[in-house]
Each structure stands twice: as structure tokens, then as C-alpha cells.
């Protein structure tokens, strides 16, 4: 069974798939989207509970590939990883706005290479030559725009998208890092975390916050879950501003729609005439 992260945390919520006979399944595999630890954990669970013995791994895969292009092998689990290249397809890190291949354990690009990879943009063929690009090998090359490295054993794990990736006081802020630390915090049912322009330090950091017991919202948790920031996280990537969701915005395949948040403060902040750089 392949899905999103949401849909591992919506099947081990619901209560008919957690009364049923789980036994079936043999391998689980989550992609689209960074796998939260807790949502890994308590899937498992659930399967055990259930009859099942899994575990559930990541894989890669990206719409300009047409399919999954990477995943972890079976009874191989690496925290973290999206696994290993399926046959015919290749993969490497490349430094970030170059074809220069970076060392083992430093974080670049993805780059895919292989018959999966799309022949480009329909009518747009800037687009294509900035996405697939040939390198030194004679190979075209498709730069995903995500952020990931690769280990000594060729696992590769992903980090963000390149465009996710927040720059505050000039240091590089990754959102998904900062929403794995809060998720861990007890009252925190989900969270997503975005950057939001600021005359100061270019972008401050913002949580969009999803309460457990959503009575509890109000100054007090704001407090607290500013403190457990800074207690567990660096001075910068602690979120300046927390807001308390019913809900988070989707994508039609069910994974937390960042950039809406974003749009909905840029338009927010400009129709309070906010917007710092607009002077």
C-alpha cells in the first residue's frame, strides 16, 4: 500500500481500520511528503494491533518523473531515508544551482536521470531547459528542485523543497525540521510552518498550529509553545508568531498546502498596507 503522509495518520485514526485484519498487508510505503516519526509510529502500531508485521517506509517520486523513482528497500529501514534508485533509473546530489556533484552526506539537489524522467514543459521550453539539463556523463539530467544528500551506501534522504527553504537574519530556516521538533510537543495535534516577509529579518517564522484540545487556544499556549520552541530549537528557526487552525489547507492528494498559507498572509499583510516592502 502506497499513500501521503496524511493518509497513514487518517487510517490509523479511523476506527474500522484500526479494528480490522491487517495481516494482509506486507509492505507500506509513504511519499509525496515528509513522513512525521509519530505518524510512522502510530501506524505501525495500529498494524501490529492488527495482525500486521510492517514497516512503514519512504519513497520518492515527483510529477516531472511520471513515477516513483526511488524507495527503501524492504527490511532495510534507515531513519529518514527515501531509499535507493529503482533499476534503470539513477540518482545523485548536485550542488544546489550547478551540474557539480556534491560529496557524500552534504545537502544539494536531487537530480534523476533515466526513462521515467518527462521530455519536458508542453509549449514552454524555458522551463524544460532550466529543469533538464545534460551533464558531463552526455546524460540530461532532471533537477527537482528538492533539497536532499546521499550517504556512503547511496541511500538518499530528502530535506525540502528549494523553494520551502526560509532565509532569516541571512541563516538558511527549514520549515520541515522546525514542524517535526513542535509535532513532538504534547499539545500539538499538527502543525506548518511558513515564512512571513519581515522589515527586519527578511522573512520571520510563522506556525500555523492545530491544538489536540482546541479549547486550549489563546495567549497562554502561544507562550508555551514559544518557549518549547526556543527550549528545543535555534534562537532563528523558533516561530516569532503562532496562529491556532481548526484545519490546514490540502492539495488534492492530501498533502498540507504551505503555499496557500503563504499567499493568504501576503494578501492579509497587504490589505493591512503591512507589507514591508512595499516602501
Avoid at 533539497?147 to 523553494?163: E, H, N, P, T, V
Wanted: aromatic letters at 8%; one cysteine or more.
Amino acid at each position: 500500500m502506497v499513500g501521503v503522509p496524511t493518509l497513514f495518520e487518517a487510517l490509523a485514526s479511523n476506527a474500522d481500520f484500526c479494528g480490522a485484519d491487517l495481516s494482509c498487508l506486507t509492505a507500506t510505503f509513504c511519499g509525496a511528503d515528509t513522513l512525521p516519526r509519530k505518524t510512522k509510529e502510530k501506524f505501525e502500531a495500529v498494524v501490529k494491533a492488527g495482525g500486521g508485521n510492517t514497516s512503514l517506509l519512504e519513497g520518492y517520486g515527483l510529477t516531472e518523473a511520471v513515477t516513483a523513482i526511488m524507495a527503501t528497500p524492504l527490511g532495510d529501514y534507515r531513519e529518514g531515508s527515501i531509499g535507493i534508485p529503482f533499476p534503470d533509473m539513477l540518482a545523485k546530489i548536485c550542488k544546489p544551482g550547478t551540474i557539480d556533484e556534491a560529496p557524500s552526506g552534504e545537502d544539494g539537489e536531487i537530480c534523476v536521470s533515466g526513462p521515467a524522467v518527462m521530455k519536458g514543459y508542453l509549449n514552454n521550453p524555458q522551463a524544460t531547459a532550466d529543469t533538464l539539463k545534460k551533464h558531463e556523463d552526455g546524460r540530461i539530467w532532471l533537477h527537482t528542485g528538492d533539497i536532499g544528500s546521499m550517504d556512503k551506501d547511496g541511500f538518499f534522504y530528502f530535506k525540502l523543497r528549494l523553494k520551502r527553504m526560509l532565509k532569516v537574519s541571512g541563516i538558511n530556516v527549514y520549515p520541515t525540521h522546525v514542524e517535526e521538533i513542535l509535532r513532538k510537543m504534547p499539545d500539538i495535534e499538527d502543525v506548518c510552518v511558513i515564512g512571513v516577509p519581515d522589515e527586519k529579518q527578511v522573512t520571520r517564522v510563522k506556525a500555523f498550529v492545530i491544538l489536540k484540545d482546541k479549547s486550549k487556544a489563546g495567549d497562554e499556549m502561544v507562550k508555551k509553545i514559544q518557549d518549547y520552541g526556543l527550549a528545543n530549537l535555534l534562537k532563528y528557526e523558533s516561530p516569532r508568531e503562532i496562529e491556532f487552525r481548526e484545519t490546514l489547507p490540502k492539495t488534492l492528494i492530501g498533502k498540507i498546502a504551505f503555499n496557500t498559507l503563504e499567499k493568504e498572509e501576503l494578501e492579509k499583510l497587504k490589505a493591512q498596507k503591512k507589507y514591508p516592502f512595499d516602501k
